[in-house]
């Protein structure tokens, strides 16, 4: 059963998010951390760049933790029960690092309609104002979409560097998380995150997102994976399920994946960013 309480579901709907979740342990999220930094050691470079994306497609874990039962029921109070996962990607500040997001609206370039959607950010660690956490422009979600420059400033960690200008910074939320719990918010609401300035690592799991089945990718193409109900339309391809951590077969899927959504991420542009 969906477990957002009707005082829940009236904060998301007013504010266009809901904080704190909570829905993974201290353990699993750990155990999160302990994967990423595996990859690393194993695999340098992996996870850089477009290699943060669809990483569920290449680890049990990360695979596991987008059909957590918990998350799935908090999602399902804003979205309906017929759930698919359509990306995940990882959001990592180092300690003495200039990385930050810029603020943006996600509806802007991820070209998911309608916007029966809702991103998961799963906090693997605290996140807290120190560390960079993100910021919500709490009912900005009941705006049109709004101008955004591309900047592609290298510390960006969005693909263009794509800006809303002259956000009212005392306007905004911080999204204060322990490692394990879980913000959800909209598809249009302004959002943002600054610099790391403690001496950890920062570091956040995103599904981004998981849609209703009645959502269409109308920039391009991507690969879903079911998560609760019925796919009521088929409007995409299926990926595999993982069988372990970086096998050959997963990474081919995994790597079509990417090319895919990096079409989406750069239609129209230019040029493109690092990530």
Request: charge should be positive; hydrophobic fraction near 35%.
């Amino acid at each position: 059963m969906p477990n957002l309480s009707d005082q829940q579901i009236n904060f998301y709907n007013d504010n266009g998010y809901i904080a704190p979740i909570d829905v993974l342990s201290k353990r699993e999220a750990n155990e999160i951390r302990n994967e990423i930094e595996t990859i690393e050691k194993k695999w340098p470079k992996a996870l850089e760049g477009i290699g943060r994306n669809y990483i569920h497609l290449i680890s049990p874990v990360f695979n596991k933790v987008c059909l957590n039962t918990k998350i799935l029921d908090a999602v399902e109070s804003i979205i309906g029960k017929n759930i698919l996962i359509c990306g995940t990607t990882l959001f990592i500040k180092n300690p003495n690092e200039k990385g930050f997001v810029s603020f943006h609206q996600d509806a802007k370039y991820i070209g998911l309609e309608p916007h029966n959607w809702v991103t998961a950010w799963i906090a693997v660690t605290d996140t807290n104002e120190e560390n960079g956490c993100m910021r919500m422009w709490s009912g900005s979600h009941k705006q049109k979409i709004k101008h955004h420059e591309q900047k592609f400033d290298e510390n960006n960690l969005l693909t263009r560097g794509q800006t809303i200008e002259n956000v009212p910074i005392k306007e905004t939320k911080p999204i204060i998380l322990k490692a394990g719990q879980m913000s959800l918010h909209h598809p249009t609401i302004v959002h943002g995150s600054g610099l790391n300035r403690s001496n950890d690592r920062r570091i956040g799991f995103v599904v981004q997102s998981y849609i209703g089945s009645n959502v269409d990718q109308v920039l391009g193409k991507i690969y879903v994976q079911k998560a609760r109900g019925e796919d009521t339309h088929q409007f995409h391809e299926y990926s595999n399920i993982p069988k372990g951590l970086m096998i050959k077969e997963d990474i081919i899927s995994w790597n079509k994946a990417k090319d895919e959504l990096s079409k989406i991420f750069y239609s129209g542009a230019t040029k493109k960013g690092k990530y």
